[in-house]
């Protein structure tokens, strides 16, 4: 677990000369990050925070950042939309790519009265019937949801269907929370494995195999570091050579495309390349002679 310590914030503020108490953008991400702590009371002036591509599970400790108006989470392992009710200046987020099934919770953004950006895609909650009429009128204040303009239209008729809508999200945020309970379950008493079997064993797309799945490829990627020679032998690539000494024309293929040759023709040669299916011909370059071909 890699947890945000004040010297990882002084490292990626070196924009601010490793100031932090007056840092207003600040990137954490792919660091692995478990939880989000600390940034709050060191960074109070942070407007622009990245947090992407980590195994964030709860948003927390960021309610008294007042003065934070864009924040990324996108690709974490996040369920529950909570935690900005004090983050007053907030005008973008994104949660793109995380795991939030259960919309009953966005009424937690209804105090953020600034917010006009919303990301959801790639959430469970976007295959929703009416998903959008819900979101829409939940949050009348935001102007852009998944990257889409909402028209006064779009809104106008989400409003006329509000209810019809809001029925629809509950039954299908409730069957959500089902499965999910079912998910967890099954992972509290599935065998815990490495290596090939545990890549063989990885079926479903959930927080939890999301967060073990880069657990996994970081203990891979040390232990091989670990078996790494401190100095290796370096790799000398042959030169290709295409004709011999004395000017002959040699038979080079170093990509290993199949070809075959056809000589049975008195005065005509031909030659024939097996391409993949659906190369571009036009990405083809034959440069031909009397004694040679050349094809690349």
Known sequence: MVFITEELVRKRAEHNELEIGSLEELS??????????????WCKQLKILYLHSNIIFKIENISRMKNLEYINLTLNCIEVIEGFEGCESLNKLDLTANFIGDLRHLKNLQKNLYLK?????GNVCCNYEYYSEY??????????????????????????????????I???????????EQQKFDYQHKKKTTGDEFW?????????NRRDMRIEATRQKEEKNDHTPMFEKPDYKREIRYFAKDGRALNVNPSGVEFTIDEDQPRDVELRL???KFMDTQLIDID????????T
């Open 28 to 41: 954490l991400h792919q660091f692995d990050i478990e939880k989000i702590e600390h940034i709050d009371k």
């Open 117 to 121: 950006t919303l990301y959801l895609t």
């Open 135 to 168: 979101v829409i009128t939940i949050l009348p204040q935001i102007k852009e949801l998944d990257g889409e303009s909402i028209t006064k239209s779009a809104r106008l008729e989400a409003k006329l269907i509000f209810e019809k809508a809001k029925n629809a």
């Open 170 to 180: 509950e039954r299908q945020s409730e069957l959500y929370v089902e499965v999910r």
């Open 200 to 208: 063989n064993e990885v079926d479903e797309d959930s927080p939890e």
């Open 274 to 276: 097996k391409i993949p």
């Open 288 to 295: 031909s002679h009397r004694a040679d071909l050349h094809s």
